[in-house]
T-cell receptor
């Protein structure tokens, strides 16, 4: 089955700096890669996603890049703000159709 | 409207109790999911219903029994749980799990925080 590894597990940045979270996946048939943000005590919320036929997607301060050859994808957050502090999960949809989640990254934006 | 509604928000039960968790969506989605999430861990898939039929059971113990009465509703019946079953139980839905061409955007409910004493 699919295996998704996510790094780092914790990340602290100064407000205004950029944050990068990286994930690798194992199933070469995976074709959809969402990123979820989960604030403490709240539901996971989709913040951006990318399909395997696209290399990069951007939405305001958030971008995702995908390298199919290397089987890795990354989340980039620019100009970080305190409200970006949360746990971020990457996921991959493989040949088995269900989403496999990474282990999560606790992002803390320091004021 | 991307709302998935779960009730109750919190549940405390003893190991001999029987209780049910409920999930509802009105987005016309044909796939619904139950996940279990422990603190600081990713959601773990338990069950997938596609077009009201159970498609995936991730080797979940029989003390958890899912039910999909119709395309908008998903229940999780709980019986004789163990303290280690204490967790956040998340319901999610997506448009169509079965299609290999569609991206599987899953929308999550706020969850039921379950404590088993």
């Amino acid at each position: 089955g699919e295996n998704v590894e996510q790094h780092p597990s914790t990340l602290s940045v100064q407000e205004g700096d950029s944050a990068v979270i990286k994930c690798t996946y194992s199933d070469s048939a995976s074709n959809y890669f969402p990123w979820y943000k989960q604030e403490l005590g709240k539901r996971p919320q989709l913040i951006i996603d990318i399909r395997s036929n696209v290399g990069e997607k951007k939405d305001q301060r958030i971008a995702v890049t995908l390298n199919k050859t290397a089987k890795h994808f990354s989340l980039h957050i620019t100009e970080t703000q305190p409200e970006d502090s949360a746990v971020y999960f990457c996921a991959a949809q493989g040949s088995a159709r269900q989403l496999t989640f990474g282990s999560g990254t606790q992002l803390t934006v320091l004021p | 409207d991307t709302e998935v509604t779960q009730t109750p928000k919190h549940l405390v039960m003893g190991m001999t109790n029987k209780k049910s968790l409920k999930c509802e969506q009105h987005m016309g989605h044909r796939a619904m999911y139950w996940y279990k999430q422990k603190a600081k861990k990713p959601p773990e898939l338990m069950f997938v219903y596609s077009y009201e039929k159970l498609s995936i059971n991730e080797s979940v113990p029989s003390r958890f029994s899912p039910e999909c009465p119709n395309s908008s509703l998903l229940n999780l019946h709980l019986h004789a749980l163990q303290p280690e079953d204490s967790a956040l139980y998340l319901c999610a839905s997506s448009q169509d799990w079965a299609s290999v061409k569609a991206k599987n955007i899953q929308y999550f409910g706020a969850g039921t925080r379950l404590s088993v004493l």
